[in-house]
């Protein structure tokens, strides 16, 4: 049994017990009502991300809120792109739970599950400041501290589905399938979309100036048929997926 997390951390760089894969992608995108369309360079439509708009009563002058807001509509004459990424810090875990399973040390078990939570997003973190700064390049001279990062003064967001502002987890579906997370870092989803390993984020890259999180809320029947017709998904389905929202 470890004496804290930082004695456990210490251990598990030394030993090597986890390894981290990721993998992402950027592409052409265009909002297409409420949608997000990415492109491959030939033009094809290679996935189509189904959001979500806020319809809940707003103050005045602000508006319902859809994160296809934060990319060029269809039909604009300026190109716009958008990027998705999966990142999983849980690979060699199982390996290390029995071990602490067979010794009935459940603390140090627990431990290592959220240790390897917390490192799978700081390799998300991570490869997003990389994403801006070397492979998108939109922000190419950023330097920002520890403290900056932590409070996301960066430009840019990453939503993962599930969450307030992307709260289907379907999507997960549709991202896996165009980066190939299965074969490009070791990444798999359930029939309800949880994502294996445990230790795993994924989710969109949004470059836009004004881009920030929001919670959609509340949902009326008149979007969530609007949803399901989007998805090919009958409203009985799509209610299943957007339980909480109604």
């Known amino acids: 049994m470890f004496a804290d997390a930082k004695a456990m951390l210490d251990h598990l760089i030394a030993g090597k017990w986890l390894t981290a894969h990721a993998v992402f ?3 052409a995108a265009k909002a297409n009502g409420d949608d997000i369309e ?3 360079e030939d033009g094809r439509t290679l996935m189509t991300w189904h959001g ?21 509509p269809k039909g604009d004459n300026e190109g716009d792109y958008a990027g998705a990424f999966a990142v999983t810090a849980g690979i060699g875990i199982e390996a290390k739970l029995a071990e602490f399973e067979a010794a009935h040390d459940d603390y140090s078990a627990i431990m290592l599950k959220t240790l390897a939570d917390r490192l799978a997003e700081a390799a998300a973190e991570w490869l997003h400041e990389r994403v801006r700064r070397e492979y998108w390049g939109y922000a190419a001279t950023e330097k920002l501290s520890n403290e900056d990062l932590i409070a996301e003064k960066y430009q840019g967001i990453r939503p993962a589905p599930g969450y307030p502002a992307c709260p289907d987890h379907t999507a997960k579906g549709e991202l896996f399938r165009v980066l190939d997370a299965p ?3 070791d990444m798999g989803l359930t029939e309800s979309f949880a994502m294996t390993p445990a230790a795993s984020v994924s989710g969109f890259y949004l470059a836009h100036p004004e881009a920030r999180y929001f919670a959609v809320g ?3 029947t008149d979007q969530l048929e609007d949803w399901a017709g989007r998805n090919n998904m009958t409203v009985q389905q799509a209610r299943r997926w957007l339980a909480p929202l109604l």
Request: proline residues 6%.
């Open 25 to 27: 992608g950027l592409f």
């Open 38 to 40: 990415f492109r491959a």
């Open 52 to 72: 979500l708009r806020q319809q809940q009563e707003r103050p005045e002058g602000k508006p319902n809120q859809c994160l296809a807001d934060f990319v060029a």
């Open 183 to 185: 074969k490009n870092a």
């Open 218 to 220: 509340k949902i009326g």
